[in-house]
Nanobody
Framework: QVQLVESGGGLMQAGGSLRLSCAAS????????MGWFRQAPGKERKEREF???????????FYVDSVKGRFAISRDNAKDTVYLQMNSLKPEDTAVYYC??????????????????????WGQGTQVTVSS
């Protein structure tokens, strides 16, 4: 069982930066692939958008095209934490951001890291609002 707690959201002007954190509790954090998803205002849970994902050792990283070059996902397995550094924020980045985890010690599921259905554990979300 893995519990995830996000933090770091807030209100930011366009062009600014935020860093989200997701702290995990449970064993063997390093065998879990971690993903960040976001749910924009008015969207339903099933419409959560993939943002970024990172494999357990951090050697496979994926981004949605709209955040490439602006966002960076990283993890510190010694601290059981995954991060999402968000730079050059845009109003369209406004959403509730969720982190998610799936156990994948042998990188068998990398093709599915962009799909919300793959993930077994979810945090409660943190609100990011970007004003123009």
């Amino acid at each position: 069982q893995v519990q995830l707690v996000e933090s770091g959201g807030g209100l930011m002007q366009a062009g600014g930066s935020l860093r989200l954190s997701c702290a995990a509790s449970g064993r063997d954090f390093g065998v879990y692939a971690m993903g960040w998803f976001r749910q924009a205002p008015g969207k339903e849970r099933k419409e959560r958008e993939f943002v970024a994902a990172i494999s357990g050792r951090g050697d496979s990283i994926f981004y949605v095209d709209s955040v490439k070059g602006r966002f960076a996902i990283s993890r510190d397995n010694a601290k059981d934490t995954v991060y999402l550094q968000m730079n050059s924020l845009k109003p369209e980045d406004t959403a509730v951001y969720y982190c998610a985890a799936v156990r994948d010690p042998y990188l068998r599921y990398t093709d599915g890291y962009r799909k919300a259905d793959l993930y077994d554990y979810w945090g409660q979300g943190t609100q990011v609002t970007v004003s123009s």
